[in-house]
C-alpha cells in the first residue's frame, strides 16, 4: 500500500509560479510511474505530466507548452510539479498518482492505469 500526499498547492497571482510535491509513505517510488492530473471545476480530471521516478523518459499533456515540469526529488523521495507563469485557466485541484508496474509510455496519460492516488492539493490562480 502506497499513500501519497500533496502539498504546496495555493492562492496565487497570474503570472507566478508554484511547486507543487508529492510524497508517499509506505514504500520507495524508486521504480514506480509517477504522474500528476489536475481537475478543474465542472471539468473531467485530465493528465498533466508523467515521468519514471527511477528516471528517463517524460510525458507531458499537449497544453503545457513549456510551462510545467515535472522532476523528482530522490534524495527526498518526493516527485514534484513546477509550474510557471500561471494562468488563471490553471485553477484546479491537482493530483498524484503512482503507478507499480512498467507499462509501455502511450498508456500513461490514462488515469485508470494508476494504482494509487493522492488526496489533491488545490490550485487558485486569481488577481
Known amino acids: 500500500q502506497v499513500h501519497l500526499v500533496e502539498s504546496g498547492g495555493g492562492v496565487v497571482m497570474p503570472g507566478e509560479t508554484l511547486s507543487l510535491s508529492c510524497a508517499p509513505s509506505g514504500r520507495s517510488l524508486s521504480d514506480y510511474l509517477v504522474a500528476w492530473f489536475r481537475q478543474a471545476p465542472g471539468k473531467e480530471r485530465e493528465f498533466v505530466a508523467a515521468?519514471?521516478?527511477?528516471?528517463?523518459?517524460?510525458n507531458y499533456a499537449d497544453f503545457i507548452k513549456g510551462r510545467y515540469t515535472i522532476t523528482r526529488d530522490r534524495p527526498n523521495l518526493t516527485a514534484n510539479l513546477h509550474i510557471r507563469n500561471l494562468k488563471p485557466e490553471d485553477t484546479a485541484v491537482y493530483y498524484c498518482a503512482v503507478r507499480s508496474k512498467r507499462i509501455n509510455s502511450g498508456a500513461w496519460r490514462d488515469a485508470s492505469v494508476y494504482d494509487y492516488w493522492g488526496q489533491g492539493t488545490q490550485v487558485t490562480v486569481s488577481s
Open positions: 515521468t519514471m521516478f527511477s528516471g528517463g523518459t517524460t
